[in-house]
């Protein structure tokens, strides 16, 4: 039987993806005196408790975090979404990506309080702005969501989106200045402008 969201949650943080536009590894780029993964892993960690980096234990044994093997590697951020709900069941689980750099503690302690308190019929909780941006690779899951992820997988569907849309989402409202938390540094250019950004505390 599923558990609830207020139930013990586990954190993860999702590194090794191809960083292709970026150029260089987005999870080992220099932030606040650390890699953006390591800053990210501490924001998770100080809100679950716990943390876990899921990608290739070679590259990122170092940083001093538990990491687990994606078993689907290439085939997106879906895949590590699945890795955790697998590791972490039959319990919930907080799940972000490494490269939100604006990211930070108390925004994701607000968020597993709005999952606790939401509807114990959905499946997943995930942050939308006011422009209708929703961040599902900041969120958490539940053991529901894992059936349809290794589904989407076998089927070569790796959206995140597509992957859960037929599951229940409860939207976490967030305002202007909590939406820009959730961006993401994909290449150079935005990596610098989310560089120039003073981070919320």
């Not at 191809?18 to 892993?41: E, N, Y």
């Not at 879906?78 to 890795?83: E, F, K, R, T, W």
């Not at 697998?86 to 994701?108: Q, R, S």
Request: net charge negative; charged share 20%; hydrophobic share 40%.
């Amino acid at each position: 039987m599923d558990l609830d969201f207020g139930d013990s949650c586990s954190g993860f943080v999702l590194v090794g993806g191809q960083s292709s536009r970026m150029g260089v590894d987005k999870a080992l780029l220099p932030h606040r005196g650390r890699t953006l993964a390591d800053w990210v892993a501490s924001c998770v960690a100080e809100a679950t408790g716990s943390v876990t980096l899921i990608g290739p234990v070679a590259a990122y044994a170092h940083l001093g975090h538990p990491v687990i093997e994606d078993p689907h590697t290439g085939s997106g951020p879906l895949s590590g979404i699945a890795a955790a709900l697998t590791h972490a069941a039959p319990h919930p689980c907080l799940v972000v990506a490494c490269d939100i750099p604006l990211m930070y503690p108390a925004f994701l302690k607000e968020l597993l309080q709005f999952a606790k308190s939401s509807s114990k019929a959905a499946d997943l909780v995930m942050p939308r702005g006011p422009s209708g941006y929703d961040q599902p690779l900041c969120a958490v899951y539940r053991t529901s969501c894992l059936a349809p992820a290794l589904a989407a997988l076998r089927e070569g569907r790796f959206k995140v989106r597509t992957a859960f849309s037929d599951l229940h989402i409860a939207y976490w409202a967030v305002d202007d200045e909590r939406e820009r938390v959730l961006s993401n540094a994909n290449t150079p250019e935005e990596w610098d402008r989310l560089q120039r950004i003073d981070p919320l505390k």
